[in-house]
Structures are given as C-alpha cells and as structure tokens.
C-alpha cells in the first residue's frame, strides 16, 4: 500500500525533491493525525531553511560555529554525575525487609 502512495505521489518542484524518509515520514503525519501536508509547502520551507544556513555559514568562521554548538549543546544537556561506589555501598548497607 504504502509503495502504491509513494509512486502516485505528485511530482516535486524543481529546486529540491523529498527523500523517501522524509515522505514516508509526511504520510505517517498525515496518517496518524488525519492532517494534510502541502508538499510544495514543505519544499519550499526546506529550501528557505537550507538557504538560511548557507548564509549563517558564509558569515561566521567555522571555530567561532563549533564554539556556539559547543555551547548550545552544554546548555541543553547537563551532565550528570552519579557516584557509583557510594551507590553499591547504599545498597549493600539496606537489608531486605523480611516479608
């Protein structure tokens, strides 16, 4: 069925296509959430989105890049330390409740 969706599916604009993932992934959207995808919408979003990072990169040297993703990545995920010689320890010291 889902090979049947995929070769009827309307052609694509010119600029850019849709990989397979990415419309396997609209259907399953459209399939699970009963919404509808405008895939000439979708594409041209794409474009304007690949055409923003080819300007953020034209603009700013690599190092100063990976030193802004460094950090966005630090925010986004703290590090989490876990002790795990005190944890065996807190463990070996509970004695199981006698039922």
Known sequence: MIR???RKRRPA???TGISLEEELALIRVELMYGLRVDREEYLRRKVDERNEMVTRMREREPAEMLADLRGSLERTVRPTVVDLHSRR???SHQDPEPA
Do not use: H, S
Request: charged share 20%; hydrophobic share 45%; aromatic share 0%.
């Open 4 to 6: 049947r969706i995929i």
């Open 13 to 15: 604009p010119t600029l």
């Open 89 to 91: 320890q807190a463990r």
